[in-house]
Protein backbone atom coordinates (compact mmCIF):
# COMPACT_ATOMS: atom_id res chain seq x y z
CA UNK A 1 0.00 0.00 0.00
CA UNK A 2 1.63 3.33 -0.86
CA UNK A 3 1.09 6.72 0.96
CA UNK A 4 0.45 9.64 -0.99
CA UNK A 5 2.55 12.42 1.16
CA UNK A 6 1.12 15.96 0.36
CA UNK A 7 3.22 19.63 1.43
CA UNK A 8 1.24 22.38 2.84
CA UNK A 9 2.06 25.83 1.47
CA UNK A 10 4.82 27.60 3.09
CA UNK A 11 3.98 29.26 6.64
CA UNK A 12 4.12 33.39 6.20
CA UNK A 13 6.78 34.02 8.38
CA UNK A 14 5.95 38.07 9.16
CA UNK A 15 8.17 40.57 9.40
CA UNK A 16 8.78 40.52 13.25
CA UNK A 17 9.85 37.00 13.19
CA UNK A 18 12.10 37.40 10.40
CA UNK A 19 13.71 40.61 11.85
CA UNK A 20 13.85 38.53 15.21
CA UNK A 21 15.23 36.00 13.42
CA UNK A 22 18.18 38.27 12.10
CA UNK A 23 18.90 39.76 15.17
CA UNK A 24 19.24 36.12 17.19
CA UNK A 25 21.61 35.78 13.74
CA UNK A 26 23.89 38.31 14.82
CA UNK A 27 23.69 37.83 18.56
CA UNK A 28 25.45 34.13 17.91
CA UNK A 29 27.89 35.88 16.34
CA UNK A 30 26.68 35.33 12.23
CA UNK A 31 27.09 39.30 11.87
CA UNK A 32 27.90 38.24 8.43
CA UNK A 33 28.63 42.16 5.96
CA UNK A 34 27.05 44.16 8.80
CA UNK A 35 30.51 45.65 10.09
CA UNK A 36 31.25 46.13 6.69
CA UNK A 37 28.38 47.84 5.75
CA UNK A 38 28.23 50.49 9.36
CA UNK A 39 32.10 50.89 8.70
CA UNK A 40 31.08 51.88 4.77
CA UNK A 41 28.50 54.74 5.69
CA UNK A 42 30.28 56.27 8.55
CA UNK A 43 33.66 56.47 6.84
CA UNK A 44 31.05 58.08 4.07
CA UNK A 45 29.64 60.63 6.26
CA UNK A 46 32.67 61.28 8.01
CA UNK A 47 34.54 62.37 4.62
CA UNK A 48 31.68 63.90 3.47
CA UNK A 49 31.77 66.41 6.00
CA UNK A 50 35.38 66.91 6.23
CA UNK A 51 35.62 67.42 2.40
CA UNK A 52 32.48 67.77 0.32
CA UNK A 53 34.56 67.12 -2.73
CA UNK A 54 34.49 63.77 -1.57
CA UNK A 55 31.03 63.20 -2.64
CA UNK A 56 31.47 64.73 -5.98
CA UNK A 57 30.61 62.21 -9.06
CA UNK A 58 34.04 62.22 -10.31
CA UNK A 59 35.40 61.27 -7.03
CA UNK A 60 32.81 58.50 -7.21
CA UNK A 61 33.97 57.15 -10.36
CA UNK A 62 37.07 57.20 -9.41
CA UNK A 63 36.96 55.49 -5.95
CA UNK A 64 35.42 52.31 -8.18
CA UNK A 65 38.40 52.57 -10.24
CA UNK A 66 40.36 53.14 -7.45
CA UNK A 67 39.48 49.73 -5.53
CA UNK A 68 38.84 47.74 -8.58
CA UNK A 69 42.24 45.44 -9.16
CA UNK A 70 41.88 44.88 -5.23
CA UNK A 71 38.40 43.75 -4.79
CA UNK A 72 39.50 41.38 -7.96
CA UNK A 73 42.46 39.89 -6.61
CA UNK A 74 40.54 39.53 -2.92
CA UNK A 75 37.33 37.69 -4.89
CA UNK A 76 39.89 35.26 -5.60
CA UNK A 77 41.93 35.26 -1.97
CA UNK A 78 37.99 34.12 -0.58
CA UNK A 79 38.16 30.83 -2.35
CA UNK A 80 41.52 30.08 -0.53
CA UNK A 81 40.32 31.94 2.97
CA UNK A 82 37.00 29.78 2.70
CA UNK A 83 39.63 26.96 3.18
CA UNK A 84 41.38 28.03 6.11
CA UNK A 85 44.33 28.38 4.22
CA UNK A 86 45.98 31.20 2.43
CA UNK A 87 48.05 32.44 -0.48
CA UNK A 88 50.74 34.92 -0.02
CA UNK A 89 51.61 35.17 -3.44
CA UNK A 90 48.94 36.66 -5.09
CA UNK A 91 49.84 40.14 -5.13
CA UNK A 92 53.05 39.33 -7.47
CA UNK A 93 51.31 36.91 -9.32
CA UNK A 94 49.10 39.69 -10.43
CA UNK A 95 51.80 41.72 -11.14
CA UNK A 96 53.90 38.42 -13.08
CA UNK A 97 51.02 38.38 -15.14
CA UNK A 98 50.37 41.69 -15.76
CA UNK A 99 54.40 41.83 -16.49
CA UNK A 100 53.76 38.63 -19.29
CA UNK A 101 50.75 41.01 -20.66
CA UNK A 102 53.02 43.93 -21.25
CA UNK A 103 56.04 42.18 -22.81
CA UNK A 104 53.81 40.18 -25.04
CA UNK A 105 51.56 43.62 -25.86
CA UNK A 106 54.05 46.29 -26.53
CA UNK A 107 57.89 43.64 -27.46
CA UNK A 108 56.20 41.01 -29.24
CA UNK A 109 53.25 43.24 -30.72
CA UNK A 110 50.82 40.15 -30.20
CA UNK A 111 47.20 40.95 -30.31
CA UNK A 112 45.41 41.71 -26.94
CA UNK A 113 43.38 38.67 -26.96
CA UNK A 114 46.11 36.55 -27.05
CA UNK A 115 48.56 38.10 -24.30
CA UNK A 116 45.63 38.37 -22.04
CA UNK A 117 44.76 34.47 -22.52
CA UNK A 118 48.28 33.68 -22.25
CA UNK A 119 48.12 35.99 -18.85
CA UNK A 120 45.32 34.31 -17.22
CA UNK A 121 46.97 30.60 -18.70
CA UNK A 122 50.27 31.91 -16.30
CA UNK A 123 48.02 32.70 -13.35
CA UNK A 124 46.02 28.79 -14.27
CA UNK A 125 50.23 27.73 -14.31
CA UNK A 126 51.25 29.36 -10.88
CA UNK A 127 47.91 28.41 -9.10
CA UNK A 128 47.99 24.91 -10.02
CA UNK A 129 51.69 24.86 -9.39
CA UNK A 130 51.05 26.01 -5.51
CA UNK A 131 48.20 23.97 -4.98
CA UNK A 132 50.28 20.89 -5.93
CA UNK A 133 52.78 21.60 -3.33
CA UNK A 134 50.44 22.21 -0.51
CA UNK A 135 48.41 19.39 -1.37
CA UNK A 136 50.56 16.40 -2.55
CA UNK A 137 54.15 17.52 -0.56
CA UNK A 138 52.04 18.45 2.76
CA UNK A 139 54.09 22.23 2.96
CA UNK A 140 51.54 24.40 4.99
CA UNK A 141 50.31 26.88 2.30
CA UNK A 142 51.94 29.63 4.58
CA UNK A 143 55.18 29.06 3.67
CA UNK A 144 54.83 27.96 0.42
CA UNK A 145 53.40 30.90 -0.60
CA UNK A 146 55.53 32.84 1.34
CA UNK A 147 58.06 31.20 -1.31
CA UNK A 148 56.18 31.97 -4.09
CA UNK A 149 55.90 35.34 -3.09
CA UNK A 150 59.73 35.84 -2.97
CA UNK A 151 60.47 34.05 -6.20
CA UNK A 152 57.37 35.53 -8.53
CA UNK A 153 59.27 38.99 -6.90
CA UNK A 154 62.32 37.95 -8.57
CA UNK A 155 60.50 36.68 -11.99
CA UNK A 156 59.09 40.03 -12.10
CA UNK A 157 62.63 41.85 -12.55
CA UNK A 158 63.31 38.92 -15.12
CA UNK A 159 60.43 40.06 -17.03
CA UNK A 160 60.94 43.41 -16.51
CA UNK A 161 64.88 43.57 -16.82
CA UNK A 162 65.89 44.61 -13.74
CA UNK A 163 63.58 47.56 -13.39
CA UNK A 164 62.37 48.68 -16.95
CA UNK A 165 58.93 50.27 -17.19
CA UNK A 166 57.10 49.07 -19.82
CA UNK A 167 54.00 51.60 -21.28
CA UNK A 168 50.73 49.83 -22.37
CA UNK A 169 49.16 51.67 -25.48
CA UNK A 170 46.62 48.65 -26.72
CA UNK A 171 43.43 50.60 -26.83
CA UNK A 172 41.44 47.75 -25.73
CA UNK A 173 43.80 47.28 -22.64
CA UNK A 174 43.29 50.84 -22.04
CA UNK A 175 39.76 51.11 -21.85
CA UNK A 176 38.78 48.53 -19.09
CA UNK A 177 40.04 51.24 -16.29
CA UNK A 178 40.08 54.47 -18.52
CA UNK A 179 36.87 54.58 -20.39
CA UNK A 180 33.30 54.43 -19.64
CA UNK A 181 30.14 52.25 -20.93
CA UNK A 182 27.73 54.78 -22.93
CA UNK A 183 25.13 55.51 -20.58
CA UNK A 184 22.12 54.25 -22.60
CA UNK A 185 23.90 51.00 -21.99
CA UNK A 186 24.63 51.24 -18.42
CA UNK A 187 20.75 51.45 -18.21
CA UNK A 188 20.10 48.27 -20.32
CA UNK A 189 22.68 46.29 -18.07
CA UNK A 190 20.84 47.83 -15.41
CA UNK A 191 17.65 46.66 -16.30
CA UNK A 192 19.01 43.11 -17.28
CA UNK A 193 20.43 42.57 -13.93
CA UNK A 194 17.42 43.92 -11.89
CA UNK A 195 15.17 41.54 -14.33
CA UNK A 196 18.01 38.84 -12.86
CA UNK A 197 17.74 39.44 -9.39
CA UNK A 198 14.03 39.69 -9.18
CA UNK A 199 13.75 36.63 -11.01
CA UNK A 200 16.22 34.60 -8.47
CA UNK A 201 14.29 35.40 -5.44
CA UNK A 202 11.19 34.69 -7.09
CA UNK A 203 12.42 31.28 -8.13
CA UNK A 204 13.59 31.00 -4.54
CA UNK A 205 10.41 31.72 -2.95
CA UNK A 206 8.50 29.42 -5.26
CA UNK A 207 10.95 26.24 -4.40
CA UNK A 208 10.75 26.97 -0.95
CA UNK A 209 6.41 27.01 -0.97
CA UNK A 210 6.45 23.66 -2.96
CA UNK A 211 8.69 22.20 -0.48
CA UNK A 212 6.41 23.23 2.59
CA UNK A 213 9.10 25.58 4.34
CA UNK A 214 8.64 28.53 6.16
CA UNK A 215 10.35 31.69 5.52
CA UNK A 216 10.34 35.20 3.61
CA UNK A 217 6.93 36.20 2.27
CA UNK A 218 6.39 38.06 -0.82
CA UNK A 219 6.24 41.46 0.64
CA UNK A 220 9.88 41.02 1.86
CA UNK A 221 11.22 40.12 -1.25
CA UNK A 222 9.32 42.78 -3.54
CA UNK A 223 10.60 45.37 -0.67
CA UNK A 224 14.27 43.70 -1.19
CA UNK A 225 14.02 44.14 -5.17
CA UNK A 226 12.88 47.75 -4.47
CA UNK A 227 16.23 48.56 -2.23
CA UNK A 228 18.34 47.17 -4.97
CA UNK A 229 16.80 48.49 -7.77
CA UNK A 230 17.23 51.99 -5.72
CA UNK A 231 20.63 51.57 -4.72
CA UNK A 232 21.90 50.38 -7.91
CA UNK A 233 20.01 53.04 -9.95
CA UNK A 234 21.67 55.95 -7.99
CA UNK A 235 24.53 54.29 -8.80
CA UNK A 236 24.17 54.22 -12.52
CA UNK A 237 22.51 57.54 -12.55
CA UNK A 238 24.87 59.38 -10.67
CA UNK A 239 27.71 57.55 -13.11
CA UNK A 240 25.68 58.32 -16.07
CA UNK A 241 25.66 62.37 -15.54
CA UNK A 242 28.33 64.52 -16.85
CA UNK A 243 31.26 64.70 -14.76
CA UNK A 244 33.61 66.69 -16.91
CA UNK A 245 34.65 69.95 -15.99
CA UNK A 246 34.76 71.32 -19.84
CA UNK A 247 32.42 68.96 -21.33
CA UNK A 248 32.42 70.45 -24.91
CA UNK A 249 36.44 69.13 -24.39
CA UNK A 250 36.16 66.13 -23.08
CA UNK A 251 32.70 64.58 -22.24
CA UNK A 252 32.67 61.76 -18.85
CA UNK A 253 29.58 60.34 -18.61
CA UNK A 254 28.81 56.43 -17.81
CA UNK A 255 30.20 53.83 -15.79
CA UNK A 256 33.91 52.33 -16.12
CA UNK A 257 33.90 49.55 -17.98
CA UNK A 258 35.69 47.81 -14.57
CA UNK A 259 32.29 48.30 -12.82
CA UNK A 260 30.56 45.55 -14.92
CA UNK A 261 33.77 43.71 -15.04
CA UNK A 262 33.16 43.04 -11.24
CA UNK A 263 29.57 43.02 -11.20
CA UNK A 264 29.68 39.45 -13.99
CA UNK A 265 32.91 38.28 -11.79
CA UNK A 266 30.67 39.05 -8.22
CA UNK A 267 27.65 37.07 -9.93
CA UNK A 268 29.53 34.52 -11.40
CA UNK A 269 31.71 33.54 -8.35
CA UNK A 270 28.57 33.97 -6.19
CA UNK A 271 26.52 31.39 -8.41
CA UNK A 272 29.34 29.03 -7.95
CA UNK A 273 29.94 28.93 -4.36
CA UNK A 274 26.11 29.03 -3.59
CA UNK A 275 24.20 27.13 -6.10
CA UNK A 276 27.06 24.47 -7.40
CA UNK A 277 28.29 20.98 -5.83
CA UNK A 278 31.94 22.27 -6.06
CA UNK A 279 30.71 25.34 -3.86
CA UNK A 280 29.39 23.09 -1.11
CA UNK A 281 32.37 21.10 -1.34
CA UNK A 282 34.58 24.09 -0.46
CA UNK A 283 32.55 25.21 2.79
CA UNK A 284 32.47 21.86 3.85
CA UNK A 285 35.96 21.33 3.13
CA UNK A 286 37.13 24.65 5.09
CA UNK A 287 34.76 24.09 8.07
CA UNK A 288 35.72 20.22 8.65
CA UNK A 289 38.27 18.81 6.02
CA UNK A 290 38.45 15.33 7.67
CA UNK A 291 34.20 15.26 8.02
CA UNK A 292 34.53 16.09 4.62
CA UNK A 293 36.95 13.35 3.23
CA UNK A 294 34.76 11.14 5.27
CA UNK A 295 31.59 12.15 3.17
CA UNK A 296 33.27 11.29 0.05
CA UNK A 297 35.03 14.74 -1.53
CA UNK A 298 38.06 15.14 -3.16
CA UNK A 299 39.56 17.49 -0.38
CA UNK A 300 42.64 17.23 -2.37
CA UNK A 301 41.07 18.55 -6.16
CA UNK A 302 39.14 21.14 -4.18
CA UNK A 303 42.01 22.77 -2.84
CA UNK A 304 43.96 23.01 -5.97
CA UNK A 305 40.91 24.30 -7.83
CA UNK A 306 40.82 26.91 -5.21
CA UNK A 307 44.36 28.16 -4.93
CA UNK A 308 44.55 27.53 -9.02
CA UNK A 309 41.10 30.46 -9.24
CA UNK A 310 42.45 32.46 -6.90
CA UNK A 311 46.07 32.88 -8.90
CA UNK A 312 43.36 33.66 -11.74
CA UNK A 313 41.55 36.20 -10.83
CA UNK A 314 45.18 37.65 -9.31
CA UNK A 315 46.16 37.78 -13.01
CA UNK A 316 42.68 39.60 -13.71
CA UNK A 317 43.64 42.41 -10.87
CA UNK A 318 47.22 42.55 -12.91
CA UNK A 319 45.02 43.28 -15.41
CA UNK A 320 42.83 45.85 -14.48
CA UNK A 321 46.11 47.90 -12.53
CA UNK A 322 47.85 47.57 -15.82
CA UNK A 323 45.13 49.24 -17.62
CA UNK A 324 44.66 51.96 -14.92
CA UNK A 325 48.17 52.78 -14.92
CA UNK A 326 48.72 52.56 -18.79
CA UNK A 327 51.95 50.47 -18.02
CA UNK A 328 53.82 47.84 -15.61
CA UNK A 329 57.11 47.94 -13.76
CA UNK A 330 59.02 45.88 -11.54
CA UNK A 331 56.56 47.13 -8.57
CA UNK A 332 53.76 45.84 -9.83
CA UNK A 333 51.39 43.96 -7.62
CA UNK A 334 54.08 44.50 -5.12
CA UNK A 335 54.10 47.44 -1.79
CA UNK A 336 50.67 46.90 0.30
CA UNK A 337 48.71 44.97 -3.12
CA UNK A 338 48.20 41.86 -1.08
CA UNK A 339 48.07 42.76 2.66
CA UNK A 340 45.56 45.00 1.28
CA UNK A 341 43.88 42.86 -0.66
CA UNK A 342 43.67 39.84 2.46
CA UNK A 343 42.32 43.19 4.27
CA UNK A 344 39.62 43.64 1.97
CA UNK A 345 38.61 39.80 2.25
CA UNK A 346 38.45 39.93 5.91
CA UNK A 347 37.20 43.36 6.46
CA UNK A 348 34.37 42.62 4.20
CA UNK A 349 33.30 39.49 6.87
CA UNK A 350 35.65 36.64 5.27
CA UNK A 351 36.47 34.14 7.94
CA UNK A 352 40.32 33.75 8.76
CA UNK A 353 39.39 30.25 9.74
CA UNK A 354 37.57 28.81 6.83
CA UNK A 355 34.42 27.96 6.28
CA UNK A 356 32.78 31.52 6.59
CA UNK A 357 32.26 33.96 3.88
CA UNK A 358 30.47 35.18 0.63
CA UNK A 359 32.05 36.45 -2.61
CA UNK A 360 30.12 39.83 -1.45
CA UNK A 361 32.62 40.05 0.96
CA UNK A 362 35.48 41.19 -1.23
CA UNK A 363 33.82 44.18 -2.95
CA UNK A 364 32.60 45.59 0.70
CA UNK A 365 35.84 44.92 2.21
CA UNK A 366 37.34 46.53 -1.37
CA UNK A 367 35.32 49.57 -0.99
CA UNK A 368 36.05 50.07 2.76
CA UNK A 369 39.95 50.17 1.99
CA UNK A 370 39.50 52.50 -1.52
CA UNK A 371 37.21 54.59 1.08
CA UNK A 372 39.84 54.90 3.51
CA UNK A 373 42.42 55.58 0.83
CA UNK A 374 40.40 57.92 -0.93
CA UNK A 375 38.96 60.06 1.80
CA UNK A 376 42.46 60.47 3.77
CA UNK A 377 44.33 61.41 0.32
CA UNK A 378 41.62 64.31 0.38
CA UNK A 379 42.08 65.15 3.55
CA UNK A 380 45.74 65.44 2.74
CA UNK A 381 46.84 62.85 5.43
CA UNK A 382 50.28 60.81 4.33
CA UNK A 383 50.78 57.38 3.37
CA UNK A 384 51.93 56.01 6.72
CA UNK A 385 48.77 57.59 8.23
CA UNK A 386 46.78 55.57 5.64
CA UNK A 387 49.15 52.04 6.54
CA UNK A 388 47.90 52.97 10.18
CA UNK A 389 44.12 53.35 10.41
CA UNK A 390 44.21 50.60 7.53
CA UNK A 391 46.01 48.04 9.77
CA UNK A 392 43.78 49.22 12.77
CA UNK A 393 40.35 48.56 10.36
CA UNK A 394 41.96 44.98 9.28
CA UNK A 395 42.71 44.42 12.86
CA UNK A 396 39.42 45.52 14.31
CA UNK A 397 38.25 43.26 11.70
CA UNK A 398 39.67 40.41 12.55
CA UNK A 399 38.87 40.56 16.05
CA UNK A 400 34.92 41.28 15.57
CA UNK A 401 36.16 37.59 13.62
CA UNK A 402 37.57 35.90 16.19
CA UNK A 403 35.08 36.80 18.58
CA UNK A 404 32.14 36.47 16.47
CA UNK A 405 33.40 32.59 16.02
CA UNK A 406 33.51 32.28 20.07
CA UNK A 407 30.05 33.45 20.38
CA UNK A 408 28.93 31.00 17.92
CA UNK A 409 30.90 27.91 19.54
CA UNK A 410 29.32 29.24 22.71
CA UNK A 411 25.32 29.22 21.42
CA UNK A 412 26.03 25.86 19.32
Given at each position: ?197 ALIQFRKLQARTKLGLTGETLPVIALRIAAVALVVGIVVGVLNDERSRNPAM ?163
Amino acid sequence: MSVALTKEPAAAAPFSDLARTYVDRVRSGDMGALPSVIALIVLSVIFSVARPVFLTQANFANLLTQGAAIAVIAMGLIFVLLLGEIDLSAGFTSGVCAAVLAVLLTDKGWPWYVAVGVSLLTGVAIGLTIGAVVVRIGIPSFVVTLAAFLALQGVALKIMDNGRNISITDSTIVAIANKNVPPLLGWIMYAILLAGFALIQFRKLQARTKLGLTGETLPVIALRIAAVALVVGIVVGVLNDERSRNPAMNSLQGMPIVVPLIAVLLLLWTFVLRRTAFGRHIYAVGGNAEAARRAGIAVDRIKITAFVLCSTMAAVGGLIAASRANSVDPNTGGSDVLLTAVGAAVIGGTSLFGGRGRMLDAVLGAAVVAVINNGMGLMGFSAGTKFVVTGFVLLLAAGVDALSRKRAQLHS
